[in-house]
């Protein structure tokens, strides 16, 4: 998925390049101020366009919210998350803010898990890598709220958790995983 | 160079902890609400006031529920509990359409059938469609899984315990509780939740704060705003209070 | 007598952004070589230097906007100096506060200074308050120069002429107002809110502060306010620079100056809005903020993009195609800035669709958009501008050399530093790592590569930092 981003971005912005190259050479090759012919009208296609690409785009793009992700079943898991500098705790079991405690998470694959991510301390972030280190869901873990995320894990495997907000001087070492079966 | 740079962040990583976990304690923030959620509620036979014999998990199939835990001779906050609750679920009827049953359990040994009737007819619940009131038969095994520990108070001869509600949605699920009296607005949460109805986040129950952008509003599903909001809004208010003061004053000097 | 004044004001604010610039270049360089391991400095020295780098060039591109709009609004409205030089000197005055709390106190919150970090003290105690009140000496100096140029420009137009709104449904209107003129008051009611958010925002945490605790702040609300002033102040700078190239780019290029017309008119005004709303996109991970914000900040950050492409792109594009126009270092720098401004735009909406951002928020992908509009865009328009001023102020009228090798220098050196983050953003390599954990193979290679790449960058700007601050000096030390 990043990657496919990123080739629409390298596509997007080659054009983008490739279209001011075009208009410096006119400008350089041309005769004196022969300039654009019906400017407003282009300008008029070149917005209606883009009003067209972005609203196809906003309409695609916006159902596929994490928001609205698996809103309307019923998850099989349930896993506690808690976060505080620089560790993660995540348990099946609910966590006691006075003696936070974590445990070993085994998911199964297909099942929808219900990630409730919150912090003890400042904002964490909450970030799924996979074992190939791609990051597949995140949410913020913000103290005194819940974020509820849910995901179906498709393949099995190790899974970690990076903390993907700054969160002091051990922001790079905190991490955690959890195993899907 | 490695172990130095190991050896920091251990002392970070211990000196920072002690901080959290120091300013956590002040905090004292009370998560007892999120124990045993999505854990399901002890399936326990239970005897209704009407003589029905049925089971937790077969009534909360029909409707879900939320329960509470009263005992009968309690002189402190079952009452105020159950007139609250009833108080507010009238409010609550007159805009919401999910379906609910509120179960009213007693978790003292002692109490009777008859017990629970005299209850219901001092509050007035014998004829309200959406209350049941039951004894129960395992109330150990029951209490156990919604983490409600009363203790006895030998001095008071009364139990102490928490005013908790319990919501359980059809499958037997508990999906949210509710600890000490608590508004209509709450109340409605609860019941939504129960319904299965997902929202993506929610606050806790910390401290209050002052200024929260947004008061979750169950009736509708939505967040109203709060007097933090008006602090977002603020900077363009201010702008054109200040834009508006630099042209007349221009104006003036022109 | 006067011009001379405002001459030398302007030349000074210059020669102190370059010299910061560089400063800040070399910290930055710092950081993408530790990621590297190319060298290795401890986790709180790196935090404290990115803070102090996040917080410098933010201020330092604002400024630089600042001076220039100031500098050509003297050709409409008389301004005020003593604004221009107080605005000076509390910048000066709060980079030394800055500086002291994160590079001596060891401060590094970084520049967001997500709330509750600053008071969980890891650092000098003194440094929290010092960083804090760095902010606010900023505010307060940024604050009096915005209001002091809104004052001047409100003396001569009323609200709605300043606002171009004369300009709707009718073709000649008996006051037109210059596009540098709107673009400007534009940007300057924008910098103004989200400077009085930031005044909120330290209020708030000043409260919690002082009151040791007693007073508790809600974490969404702070986030929320500091993008509102992060976001919105970094957005506003950009435009300050197109303010300018309204302004400059005919006139170096030989063209007759560029006109405000309906839709430049109707471009601008709905910007104001479309820029306000966006920094929601900043929270879309915080599932707490109610949808309806985030599908606001999809739309504003969709629609901000249209009349910047639409209108101002467009009309750059008019007045180069197809135009013999006099081609300098200037409206090529000008040029290439629209360039980048651009591609990073179009990195910003891919970030700002929220299930794009469920994946790549907070990965590299961030720093490589915002770098991109910002050190291959407004800092070539701030460039662009500076070169001009220096050899205009010093009546130098010889053609410009090696323009071609610096430029070349600049692109190739900007072009390796960003691919390199815009690869590891879409390798999710997480932001804001002082080193990268095992299994993040690509990070290290590419984080060394991006520091090699900022070399050459910096390579080139000091080939033009070398000439401009030299004129600037002279001007500097001119006799009046």
């Not at chain 2, 007159?94 to 059938?113: A, G, H, I």
């Not at chain 2, 005299?118 to 959406?130: G, H, I, K, M, Q």
């Not at chain 3, 170096?252 to 560029?258: N, T």
Request: include cysteine; proline fraction near 4%.
């Amino acid at each position: 998925m990043q990657q496919s981003l990123l080739s629409l971005f390298l596509i997007l912005s080659g054009i983008i390049i490739l279209v001011f190259i075009l208009v410096y050479l006119s400008s350089i090759q041309s005769q004196p101020q022969q300039g654009m012919k019906n400017p407003l009208q282009k300008r008029f296609w070149f917005i209606t366009i883009m009003v067209v690409v972005l609203g196809m785009f906003f309409f695609i793009t916006i159902p596929k919210s994490p928001y609205y992700l698996y809103a309307n079943e019923q998850p099989a898991r349930i896993v506690h998350t808690v976060s505080s500098q620089f560790v993660f705790l995540m348990s099946n079991q609910d966590i006691d803010p006075a003696q936070p405690m974590g445990e070993n998470i085994e998911l199964n694959t297909n099942e929808l898990v219900e990630f409730r991510v919150t912090s003890l301390d400042v904002t964490h972030g909450f970030g799924i890598y996979n074992d190939k280190y791609e990051l597949v869901a995140q949410t913020q873990a913000m103290p005194g709220y819940v974020n509820k995320l849910r995901w179906k894990f498709s393949e099995p495997g190790k899974y970690y958790i990076l903390c993907l907000e700054y969160c002091g001087s051990g922001h790079q070492v905190m991490k955690s995983f959890f195993n899907v079966k | 160079m490695f172990k130095r740079t190991f050896s920091t962040l251990l002392i970070i990583l211990l000196i920072s902890n002690y901080n959290s976990i120091a300013n956590n304690l002040y905090d004292k923030q009370d998560w007892r609400e999120e124990e045993g959620i999505y854990t399901r509620i002890y399936d326990a036979k239970i005897k209704l006031i009407s003589g029905e014999q049925t089971s937790i998990h077969q009534l909360a199939a029909k409707k879900p529920l939320i329960v509470a835990l009263v005992f009968t001779r309690c002189a402190g906050v079952c009452n105020p509990l159950l007139l609250q609750l009833k108080e507010n679920i009238q409010i609550i009827l007159r805009k919401n359409q999910y379906k609910f049953s509120v179960l009213v359990l007693s978790f003292d040994p002692l109490d009777s059938l008859k017990d629970m009737q005299n209850l219901a007819y001092r509050f007035n619940l014998l004829n309200e469609p959406n209350w049941e009131l039951a004894v129960v038969d395992s109330i150990s095994s029951m209490t156990k899984s919604v983490n409600f520990f009363p203790v006895w108070d030998m001095r008071k001869k009364q139990y102490d315990h928490d005013a908790l509600l319990v919501g359980v949605n059809t499958q037997g699920y508990i999906t949210k509780k509710l600890i000490g009296l608590r508004s209509a607005d709450e109340i409605s949460l609860l019941i939504s939740d129960i319904n299965n109805v997902y929202r993506p986040s929610y606050r806790l129950p910390t401290p209050a704060n002052m200024f929260t952008c947004f008061n979750y509003d169950p009736k509708t599903g939505k967040n109203t705003p709060g007097w933090g909001l008006a602090f977002i809004a603020l900077p363009a208010l201010l702008t054109v209070g200040i834009l508006a003061f630099l042209r007349l004053r221009g104006k003036y000097h022109s | 007598m006067e011009t001379k004044k405002l001459n030398k004001i302007t030349a000074l604010w210059i020669v102190a952004i370059l010299v910061l610039f560089i400063l800040s270049i070399i910290l930055g360089i710092i950081m993408r070589l530790n990621q590297g391991e190319l060298i290795k400095i401890q986790p709180p020295t790196f935090y404290a230097d990115m803070t102090t780098h996040g917080v410098t060039m933010i201020g330092i591109w604002f400024v630089a906007g600042m001076a220039a709009v100031n500098y050509f609004m003297e050709r409409y409205v008389k301004t005020s100096y003593t604004a221009n030089m107080f605005a000076m000197v509390m910048t000066v005055i709060g980079v030394v506060m800055l500086w002291l709390s994160t590079l001596v106190g060891n401060f590094h919150a970084g520049w967001t200074f997500l709330y509750p970090l600053p008071f969980k003290i890891m650092w000098s105690t003194w440094a929290t308050p010092l960083f804090l009140w760095s902010i606010g000496v900023f505010g307060i100096g940024w604050f009096v120069w915005t209001i002091s140029l809104m004052a001047a420009m409100l003396k001569k137009y009323s609200m709605s002429q300043v606002l171009a709104w004369q300009h709707f449904g009718k073709k000649d209107p008996e006051v037109s107002t210059p596009p540098f003129v709107l673009i400007s008051m534009i940007s300057l009611i924008g910098v103004l809110t989200c400077l009085i958010a930031a005044v909120i925002l330290l209020i708030l945490l000043f409260a919690e502060y002082y009151s040791g605790g007693t007073f508790k702040n809600d974490a969404l609300l702070i986030k929320n306010l500091t993008y509102f002033f992060g976001h919105t102040i970094a957005n506003e700078m950009l435009y300050l620079g197109l303010a300018v190239i309204y302004e400059l780019f005919p006139e170096v290029s030989g063209r007759p100056k560029l006109k405000t017309t309906w839709y430049v008119a109707l471009a601008w005004n709905l910007t104001l809005f479309f820029v306000l709303a966006a920094f929601f996109h900043h929270l879309y991970m915080d599932f707490v903020q109610p949808e309806g914000l985030q599908i606001i900040g999809q739309l504003a950050s969709y629609l901000a993009s249209l009349p910047s492409s639409g209108v101002t792109v467009f009309s750059i594009i008019v007045v180069v195609f197809r135009n013999k126009i006099n081609w300098s270092l200037t409206n090529s720098l000008f040029f290439i800035g629209i360039v980048g401004w651009v591609v990073g735009g179009v990195g910003a909406v891919i970030d700002a669709t929220i299930s794009n951002n469920f994946i790549l928020h907070n990965t590299l992908w961030v720093p490589a958009h915002f770098h991109t509009y910002n050190a291959m865009g407004n800092v070539l328009f701030s460039l662009g501008f500076f070169h001009w001023f220096s050899k205009y102020a010093t009546n130098h009228s010889l053609p410009d050399k090696y323009s071609f090798v610096k430029l070349a220098i600049l692109i190739i050196g900007g072009v390796g530093f960003l691919l390199a983050f815009y690869i590891a953003g879409a390798d999710s390599v997480p932001r804001r790592y002082s080193t990268y954990p095992k299994g993040l193979e690509s990070a290290k290679t590419l984080a060394a590569v991006g520091g090699v790449f900022a070399i050459v960058y910096l390579t080139g700007i000091l080939s033009f930092f070398v000439n401009i601050s030299k004129r600037c000096l002279n001007v500097l030390f001119q006799r009046s």
